[in-house]
């Protein structure tokens, strides 16, 4: 596969694709740069912050990572679907690239690195990656203990959380990781329970959350406001009101509160069913 294949098949903007193409990272460069990257990947971004700019050159460095991978997902029977579903996180870290600092490139290299050494997939709306419940998650019925084998089940933005597109991917995790993996974990603002001081029930969000039963809820990180309104601010009157979801969530931590991040479980036994 061509870089310029590539960019198509990830649907990656033309202004992001042009200073890509002038192909400024050497093949030395990029082997070096590579088995920094695979050795300790955060030692390979410590470097990197160092770089005049890295932006650009990170977006190129990750095409090129990808097209590396590519060649892993035939070997391994993964379908062109898989691939270009899963790597159209390039243009969506691009994009908010763009939005942040006013260049086309990338800045999330830690998350992006995941889906390069493939330990994350998406299929469909829903990211999936594979990992071990690290402590035990006690519900009302059942627990998940320690060790198990999971999905971690995550967003990424830019599309409606619609419940057919979510039903699909669920599906469709099924098909691709098999019978190994038989509980879907999520960590995220999405499950928040305080969401349904702030949402109807038939928003697709709440209806998202429901499939889970939340056996936590966090307060470390205002993630909520970062996804919400693109960005923590400490002046909360400043955030946008664009929509719904931001008026109501903005009245929210005006009052001094804090949405928090739930954490929750389902497991594959019980039936997909959207309340």
């Not at 260049?103 to 997939?121: I, N, P």
């Not at 691709?176 to 928003?203: A, I, K, M």
């Not at 969530?249 to 005006?254: D, T």
Request: aromatic share 14%.
């Amino acid at each position: 596969m061509k870089i310029e294949e590539l960019m198509e098949r990830i649907r990656l903007p033309g202004e992001a694709r042009e200073p890509v193409q002038k192909e400024r990272i050497a093949e030395e460069e990029y082997e070096v740069w590579k088995d920094k990257f695979y050795q300790d990947i955060r030692q390979f971004i410590g470097e990197w912050k160092k770089m005049d700019g890295k932006y650009v050159w990170a977006l190129e460095f990750y095409l090129k990572l990808a097209m590396d991978t590519y060649e892993e997902y035939q070997e391994r029977g993964y379908t062109d679907q898989v691939f270009d579903e899963t790597f159209y996180d390039i243009t969506i870290w691009c994009r908010e690239c763009y939005r942040k600092h006013g260049v086309y490139g990338l800045d999330e290299l830690w998350w992006l690195g995941q889906s390069v050494k493939l330990k994350l997939f998406r299929l469909g709306r829903l990211q999936f990656e594979p990992i071990l419940v690290k402590k035990d998650m006690k519900g009302r019925e059942q627990t998940i203990q320690a060790g198990t084998k999971a999905l971690n089940v995550h967003i990424p933005e830019g599309e409606p959380l619609k419940m057919e597109a979510c039903r699909e991917s669920f599906g469709r995790a099924e098909e691709f990781f098999g019978r190994e993996y038989q509980v879907y974990v999520c960590d995220s603002w999405l499950l928040s329970p305080h969401l349904e001081e702030v949402l109807p029930n038939t928003s697709n969000i709440i209806r998202f959350q429901k499939l889970f039963e939340v056996t936590d809820v966090g307060y470390q990180y205002p993630q909520a406001e970062q996804r919400i309104f693109g960005e923590i601010l400490e002046d909360k009157r400043q955030y946008p009101e664009n929509t719904t979801l931001q008026k109501r969530a903005k009245e929210y931590v005006l009052s001094g509160r804090d949405l928090g991040i739930g954490v929750g479980f389902f497991t594959a036994s019980a039936a997909i069913e959207y309340r």
